[in-house]
């Protein structure tokens, strides 16, 4: 109910999804009238989606404290609780992020051993799959070198259940490739996450540069919220910018009108390839259970796609894998954390 295009996208996004998951059954939160109306539209949805009511909204105004103590009558509230109840195996949101983080933590909870739930997004790059994984990208401006570690953790358990990639490949962003530069938790985070390479089953390629994003080089980019959140918004600005800036090419003239229409086909292949709607959908990353965040502008398309993912990862029993694989890497990590203090004269 409270993305920025209403109830309805969210509905066809949901009939779009049958046709690449036909097995969903769909729990839908909010107004039953309104609901009940936009369903009885589309017969592919008749049998499979049943409808809770919930009075309220979270709108994108509300603050994440003020939901905390108000929100037990929205949707949202609702929703999670689904999932916490195990009628759910996933939840998908195109509501206020932070809301939802909020709302996450205390109805969910974080897994053991998480201190900072993190967000993942999809990064486009030139791999033949056409995407990287990066964290974290806005659930905590905050990260030491532990809570790195743990995203290291996170985002490469993602990339196995969420890409199919048996052994990842994880970098650390950073300000240059060189072993002194950085910050000193960025510097720390390097030795703990080279240490639970094996326990963690990925392989860590050092740190990288705001070029390697799109390069291929990794699967899993490893940041802060603070710095993930402003490279996903100037990628998403620059790629909205050279759509336009092309636009504007192509029909300056006549002659170049008659060269956009002989190369239709290949931009078309362009724009299917760059389209963010596919790849729309933030995985909330250290919770006991699985929360998509869907973009709040998301058209039928990128709910659509949002929801696939939530699927694809409530199939392959992430949240159970991703815990596992914290706990069993925990013990890595500690004994590098300790030979790094010792090597820096910090140790206790």
Known sequence: ????????????????????CP???????????ELASLIAKRPELAGRATICHAEGVVTMEDKPS???RHGQATSMWSTLDAVRDGRAAAAVSCGNTGALMA?????LRKLPGINRPAIACLWPNRTARGFAVMLDVGADI???APDLLQYALMGASYA?????????????LN?????????AEIREAQDLIAAATEAGTFDYVGFVEGSDLPSGRVDVIVTDGFTGNIALKTGEGTAKLI??????????????RLGALLALGSLRALQQRIDPRRVNGGVFLGLNGTVVKSHGSADATGVSAAIQLARRLAASGFTERLKARVASAAAAGQDARTEAGEKNGTAE
Do not use: C, W, Y
């Open 160 to 172: 196995r259940n969420g890409l199919g990639l048996s052994r990842p490949r994880v970098g650390l």
């Open 243 to 256: 759509g336009d800036f092309l636009r504007e090419a192509f029909n300056s003239t006549l002659l170049s």
């Open 103 to 107: 709302l996450s933590m205390i109805r």
């Open 1 to 20: 109910m409270g993305g920025d295009r209403g109830a309805a996208a969210v509905v066809a996004g949901m009939a779009d999804s049958l046709a690449h």
């Open 66 to 68: 003020q939901v905390m």
């Open 142 to 144: 905050k990260a030491d």
């Open 175 to 183: 300000v240059g490739t060189e072993e002194h530069k950085g910050r």
């Open 23 to 33: 097995d969903l059954h769909f729990l839908v939160h909010g107004s039953e009238p």
